[in-house]
Structure formats: structure tokens, C-alpha cells
């Protein structure tokens, strides 16, 4: 039978519609759907997509479920390694990772690894009502922490909780998830299907406790003292980065962390019936050009701005976005200006931003980090009337808990520092996700919070 | 479902002054680690804002915490219907830097309006360090001030000034400032108040070269260094108010730029409180 060289596509909402909503874009596949695009996996012998994936999925062996109408299989196959599966469906950069070395690449589209993915924990949430499975874990009587519940907490509590250990996340916010809840915004990740991966961890025995900033108050030590053997730092990297430009910090100018927890964490969308605010905008600068920087420009647009301006200093070849991301934003109409570099940003009478001045980019020979180097071009500045700014150029581990733990080693920009199953410089104190890494993805939060587990399950059994 | 949800329980209500209200909270992992000059933030109901306030008082064998607040906006005014016995829905704290205490020699203490609350703390720490405490409390008017009964006993010289002359000495708290200022070295100053306050005695110390630190109200939405929202300019400088302050020294604080950030929601605010007042 020969291959379909084309992928099936994934149902979306209409642009024109979903730009004015906060629902789903991407309204994932039916069975048929799932049944047709699992039908083109060819179930290599060599499995060349595990190798993309940062916690190893055994995912021909899941596709092949699908393939046989198996869906609970599959999803168990899913969550033998990875304790997201309704998140990473919708937000793994798949195309970087396990579709990248999918063999049917050499002919057509590769397996759409993703779209299956989530169809198959999706069918798990809609399918069982109640969530019956009994867990008979082992239990070792020893307590561990999790400082963040963030993908890397939660994927590490995930596997902590079946070596048998006494799990606690501490989380600082009043909701649990991290840059699940404030970072994504609702029409890539609904909040209900965070909240019900953490509940499969709390079903599973993992305290989460909300509210808890430890570095401020409750320190390490502290943890320790309260009978903690191991604790895993995962802290995220929550600190926004400013441009360090004339204007950032007039009214209307948001980092894009400020901008997204307002809206997806607070709800500010929903403003007054939730309490926060988030001031109104018709022409919007969103500097960047991640994936952060995205959700931050379609956000705008939901919240019923006219024009949204992404002001990128580099060309879309360098784009950090998701090329789908890229695809979505397009239809929804956001305005990509590349090669060009906010310089100020100017104020009316009352403080409130009005004007972003601008100057335009050219690429020279690569930089540090392998891309091209923009240097501004003389004489091309131009000036645009806006009413709202989003920075989003970047984020920076969190520096509370490095400020307040003596011993903690750290690089320049506040990165805790491991050694390569993720110990930090103190015996017993575990760090993975964008606290070591700086900003990345969640998948590889989530592979190193799984290492660590892994890790101090090592370090505890030798004790 | 969370461990941390029995606490929280408001012990006790009180009107401190006209539109202060005292709120004595069972919190027993913040008392526990709370020092002079942190704060917390609080959520009242599921779907109310974060809100940041500055520790009062705290108890560590109690396990409470007191927390003052003026009724201002939607938010404060609808905390201010709590009764003992209630619940808040989410408070996470101690949050920003203590307070840097030690023997200064002497120090004046300067609280203005609500922010007399959070100077009665580090009032009572600088006066455990040995320092020679001078206070000064003030307010619009009489009926907006208390707490110069906790104030009073920690001080070496107290004084009381209100706007209008119905308590103490009439005129602001930096009339008796300046008029001592002419025959003592001071070595200290801390003032926590309303902007146009902390603006006034940072003139002062500015020109007499006295180091003067003052806590900001920046607003703010995490109160971990995550956002930004609370970002004000120091010497210059863009710094996070919830996790490089609160504290920052006055001096060089940008108070402009500061007020101006504080009154970007106004409109928000008003269609909040209206909305609020139409549904009750």
C-alpha cells in the first residue's frame, strides 16, 4: 500500500473567527483523522524519531496503538514517560525534535508525531469521566521538595511519586502549572487541561502546595531542617529582560511576562468580572521574535487590538518562533517588521506611551549564538504611532533562590549549575529546566526534571 | 485541597482610623519568617487581584500576622468586608528584602497615613539595635491616624503632626523634621507615607546629605521578580520593586516616574469600584 505523502491536517478554528476569541485554534484531530495519519507511520526497525525526543517516547510503538484503534494503549505508552501528554501534544516544537528525523521526511511530510500525540490524551480526558486507575506505588517513607510546578517540577514529581517517595511541590503563584498557566495563553493551552494534568499528579499523591516563595522566607536550608532528603530546584527562567532604552518604563509598556500573566494567569480578559486590569490598546509594538513574543502579539489581537507591529531586529530566517506559531500568526493578521530595533519609546503628557522610534537592521557574519549579526543601518530611523509595548527580548532564571542559598553555584546571568544528572554544587540539591538552561522549551524542562528524578532517586538510594 | 488552605483565617477585624482597617490574619509560615519592612501579597477571592501589603506586625509564637490597609479601590474596599472568622483566599509571603537593621546611631522614623503600619515594625527593630529612635507620625487630619500608642513607647522623641492642627503639631511631617535638623546629627532616616511625602523628606535629606531610605508601593502582579510590573527607577537605574526592594534609597528614587506608574489604571480602577458599587 503506498504511503500518503501528505500529513492529515489538523482541523483549525477559522482566522477571522478565533482572532476575536479565546478557544482553541487548533481543534485537534478526530479518530479518523488519528486513524489516517497513524496509518503513514512505517514503524521503522530503527525508531529514528525516539532519538528527537527529550524524554524518550517510545512513539512508534504509541502510533501503532492508534493504528489498531488501541487508544487507551497508546495513551498508556505515553505516560509510561512523559506525565504531560495533553500539554506537550499542543506545544513540543515537534517539528525540531522527533518529526525532524521521521524517515518519510525523504518523500513528504513526516508524521504529524504532535497532532497523534495529543489525540491520544485528549481522548483520555474526554473518554473517561472518572479517572478510576488505582496507584499502588511503593513507599519509601522518605520526604523530597520541588521547588516550581512548572514542567520540570511536575515531570519530575511525576516520576518521584512511582519510585515511591513523599512528594511536595512548593509553588509560588496561587495556581499551579508555572509558564503553563501565566506563560501560554489559552488558545494554545486551556488552562482546564493543566489543572487536570496536575490533578493526575495530586490522584497520583504529590502535595502541591501554592503560595510558598521559598528563597523569601522558607529558604533550602529550611527544607532541609523540615526533614527533606532531596530537593529539585525549578525555579524556571521567570526574570523579563528589558532593552535598557529611553521610555521602557512609561505606563502602556509591558514585558511580555507582565502582559501574559495579566491575561492567561489573572484573567484580565476577563476584566472587571476578574479584578485585574490590563489597559486597553488599538495599535500595539511587540518586540521579539519567539514564541513568547507571538503568544504576546495574538494576545493583543483577542483583546481587540486594530494593528499589532512585530518589531524583530533580526530576518524571519532567524525567527526563535515555531514555524506553525509564525503560519498562525500571519493568518490572524499581525504585522511582521523584520530587521528592525525599537530605540525609544515616547510618552504623552500623562505618561502613557504613544510612539515607538525605530531604526532598520542589516545582517552581518554570525554571532555567539551561530545567527547572523544585526547591526543598525544609519539614517533609516522612522517613527510609529502606537499605544502599547510588549518586550519580549528574553527572560532570565529567576535569582531568588541563588540570592538567599549560601553554596548555590551560579553562572553570569543567575544559571543554577549542574553537573550532568543535574546536582547542583550542593549534595542533595537538584536543578533542571530553564533555571539551568535559560529559556527553552518545555519538553526539555520536562526531560530534565526526569533526569533529576532519576538522579535523586540514585543519590537517596545510596544514603 | 492545598495544605495551606486552613490557614489564612482572619482572627480579627478592626477600623483603625477613618478607612484604615487592621486585619490580625493566622499565617503561621509567614510569621514564622517574617521580618521588619517584607510584605505579602494577597488574593481575597478566587477572582481578585494580587494585592501587595506591607507587614504591620507579626508574632512568630502566634503564628499571625497584621496587615493594614486604607479602602481605596474595589479591591481594598471589598477585603475590608471580611469579618473574623473568614478566609483569604491565597497570601504568600514574606516577599522582598528585611529591613537593614543594625545600631546607626540615631535614627529618625518618619510614617505618613497608612504608611505609619510598616514603620511601627522597623521602628521596633532599629530601637532593639540600640539606636536613639526619633518618631514622627502624621496624617490629613486626626481621625486618620493611629498606632501612637505602639510608636510612642519605642521612641526616645515622638512627634505627632497632622495637616490641619487637630492632633500635635500642625503641618507635615517634615515641619518638626527640618526644625530639628538645625541642631542634631542624624544619621538615618526612614519614611514611608504617600509620594508626595517620601518626595518632601528625601529633599531634605538630600540637601543635609543624610541617607534616607523609603519603601515604595509600586504596583504589582507576581511579587516575585517574574513580571516586572513593579519596575521604578533608582539612581537611574530600572529596578524590580518586589524582589530588589521594597526598601531603596530615597534619594535617587525617581518619584515622577513612580507616580505616574501608579496611577496608569485609574480608569480600570474606577470601572472596577463602579461596577463593584452597582452589583451590591
Known sequence: MAIKKTTTPMREQDPAIRVRNFNEVATGYTEEDAL???????????????????????????????????????????????????????????????????????????????????????????????????????????????????????????????????????????????????????????????????????????????????????????????????????????????????????????????????????KSYLFPRFDTPILPAKNVAVIGGGNVALDSARTALRLGADHVYMIYRRGREEMPARVEEVHHAEQEGVDFNFLTNPIAYFGNEKGYVHEIECQKMELCEPDASGRRRPVACAGSNFKLKIDQVIVSVGTTPNPIIAKTTPGLETQKKGEIVVNDVGMTSIPGVFAGGDIVTGAATVITAMGAGRLSAQAMHDYLSKE | MDKNKSYNKILDVRELAKSIKMMVVDAPEVAAYAKAGQFVI???????????????????????????????????????????????????????????????????????????????????????????????????????????????????????????????????????????????????????????????????TKENNIPCIVSLNSLMVCGMGMCGACRCKVDNQSRFTCFQGPEFDGNTVDFVELSSRLSMYNQEEKLALDSYKEKK
Open chain 2, 42 to 204: 494577597l488574593i481575597s477571592d478566587e477572582e481578585g487581584e494580587r494585592i501587595p501589603l506591607t507587614i504591620g506586625d507579626f508574632d512568630a509564637k502566634k503564628g499571625t500576622i497584621t496587615l493594614v490597609f486604607q479602602e481605596v479601590g474595589k479591591s481594598t474596599i471589598e477585603l475590608g468586608t471580611k469579618k473574623a472568622g473568614d478566609s483569604i483566599a491565597h497570601l504568600n509571603g514574606p516577599l522582598g528584602h528585611a529591613s537593614d537593621i543594625k545600631n546607626y546611631g540615631t535614627v529618625v522614623v518618619i510614617g505618613g497615613g497608612v504608611g505609619i503600619a510598616p514603620i511601627f515594625p522597623i521602628t521596633r527593630a532599629l530601637h532593639e539595635a540600640g539606636n536613639h529612635m526619633i518618631s514622627i507620625i502624621g496624617s490629613k487630619s486626626k481621625e486618620f491616624l493611629f498606632w501612637s500608642e505602639k510608636m510612642k513607647p519605642l521612641s526616645h522623641e515622638f512627634y505627632i503632626t497632622t495637616d490641619d492642627g487637630t492632633l500635635g503639631i500642625k503641618g507635615f511631617v517634615t515641619t518638626p523634621f527640618v526644625e530639628f535638623l538645625k541642631d542634631k546629627k542624624i544619621d538615618r532616616v526612614v519614611a514611608i507615607g504617600p509620594i508626595p511625602m517620601m518626595k518632601s523628606v528625601t529633599k531634605v
Open chain 1, 36 to 266: 489516517e495519519e497513524a496509518k503513514r507511520c512505517l514503524n521503522c526497525k530503527t525508531k529514528p524519531c525516539i532519538k528527537g525526543c527529550p524524554v524518550n517516547i517510545d512513539i512508534p510503538a504509541f502510533i501503532m496503538e492508534i493504528k489498531e484503534g488501541n487508544f487507551q494503549k497508546a495513551i498508556d505508552i505515553l505516560h509510561d514517560k512523559n506525565c504531560l501528554p495533553l500539554v506537550t501534544g499542543r506545544v513540543c516544537p515537534q517539528e525540531e525534535q522527533c518529526q525532524m528525523f521521521c524517515s518519510l521526511s525523504k518523500i513528504g511530510d513526516t508524521v504529524s508525531i504532535g497532532r497523534l500525540e495529543r489525540f491520544a490524551a485528549d481522548w483520555e480526558m474526554n473518554n473517561k469521566a472518572e479517572q478510576t486507575t488505582e496507584f499502588h506505588f511503593p513507599k519509601l517513607g522518605k520526604k523530597v521538595a520541588i521547588i516550581g510546578s512548572g514542567p520540570a517540577g511536575l515531570s519530575c514529581a511525576g516520576d518521584l511519586i512511582r519510585f515511591g517517595y513523599d512528594v511536595t511541590i512548593f509553588e509560588a503563584f496561587h495556581k499551579s502549572g508555572g509558564v503553563l498557566v501565566y506563560g501560554i495563553p489559552e488558545f494554545r493551552l486551556p488552562k482546564d487541561i493543566v489543572e487536570t494534568e496536575v490533578n493526575n499528579l495530586r490522584r497520583m499523591g504529590v502535595e502541591v502546595v501554592n503560595d510558598v516563595l521559598i528563597g523569601s522566607g522558607k529558604k533550602i536550608q529550611d527544607l532541609f531542617d523540615h526533614g527533606y532528603k532531596a530537593i529539585f530546584i525549578g525555579t524556571g527562567a521567570g526574570l523579563p529582560q528589558f532593552m535598557g532604552i529611553p521610555g521602557e518604563n512609561l505606563s502602556g509598556v509591558y514585558s511580555a511576562n507582565e502582559y501574559l500573566t495579566r491575561v492567561n494567569l489573572m
